[in-house]
């Protein structure tokens, strides 16, 4: 079984910025391709960002949902088994329960459905 949790959200201004992280235990992480999901109230679970297995010279070219391009950044550091979700330039529209998750497989998966694994989410509301 693999425990994946999550921390850092919070309550943060218009503009701001907020980092999530999301360890997983319980499986090699280097086996999992990892994402970064999002549920606001009355909403579906919406795709925010994924990052293969597999990187080269560190980095692991991860993939955007439209809507956070050029804000958000997601990383992962394999040695101490975490992925990290940098926002920037924070919108109310952002307010959200923020979920992680990691999937078995090597290529990005953009949805829920395609992962394995799932975390107990986050809140992170954006208000002024």
């Known amino acids: 079984q693999v425990e994946m949790v999550e921390s850092g959200g919070g309550l943060v201004q218009p503009g701001g910025s907020l980092t999530l992280s999301c360890t997983a235990s319980?499986?090699?992480?280097?086996?999992?391709?990892m994402g970064w999901f999002r549920q606001a109230p009355g909403n579906e679970r919406e795709f925010v960002a994924a990052?293969?297995?597999?990187?080269?010279?560190?980095?692991?070219?991860?993939s955007y949902g439209d809507s956070v391009k050029g804000r958000f950044t997601m990383s992962r550091d394999s040695a101490k088994d975490t992925v990290y979700l940098q926002m920037n330039s924070l919108k109310p529209e952002d307010t959200a329960v923020y979920y992680c998750a990691g999937a078995v497989g090597v290529g990005i998966r953009s949805a829920p459905n395609q992962y394995d694994y799932w975390g107990q989410g986050t809140q992170v509301t954006v208000s002024s």
């Open positions: 990052i293969s297995r597999f990187g080269y010279g560190g980095y692991y070219s991860p």
């Open positions: 319980g499986r090699t992480f280097g086996t999992l391709a």
